[in-house]
């Protein structure tokens, strides 16, 4: 399945113009506990919302969905870590970070070790 879904990456990467889709933006402000649970849920939702894409085997899914899926989740993530760096005083936001930071680190290295980076894979018109 990583092996399929690897080669379904590199695809896409070679068939595909670039745009200037960045994944920065403005920063977040301080919030309270509720907001942030609010935001880590919404946020969690999106992840979850890929699972059935890029987690089961399916024949069915194509390359480009597996793409948006991906990046969709590597979205959330970086969401994730961003909003808990400006409220790591908040209940969760440590482990939330922590989280998230392994998810982007794994991804970053698998990335790159195809010759990419998250943010130019991600930037890709789909």
């Given at each position: 399945m990583i092996y399929?879904?690897?080669?379904?990456?590199?695809?896409?990467?070679?068939?595909?113009?670039?745009?200037?889709q960045s994944f920065a933006?403005?920063?977040t402000q301080k919030l309270i506990q509720e907001q942030y649970d609010q935001r880590i849920q919404t946020y969690t939702d999106q992840v979850n919302a890929t699972k059935h894409i890029l987690d089961e085997a399916h024949s069915t899914i194509t390359a480009i969905e597996q793409h948006q899926a991906f990046?969709?989740?590597l979205d959330a993530y970086q969401a994730i870590a961003r909003i808990s760096i400006e409220n790591l005083e908040l209940n969760t936001a440590n482990m939330m970070?922590?989280?998230?930071?392994?998810?982007?680190?794994?991804?970053?290295?698998?990335?790159?070790?195809s010759g990419m980076t998250l943010e130019r894979f991600c930037s890709i018109k789909k």
């Open positions: 399929r879904f690897t080669l379904t990456l590199c695809s896409i990467v070679l068939s595909s113009g670039l745009s200037t933006e403005p920063s990046c969709s989740r970070l922590m989280i998230a930071n392994n998810f982007l680190d794994r991804q970053k290295q698998s990335i790159e070790q």
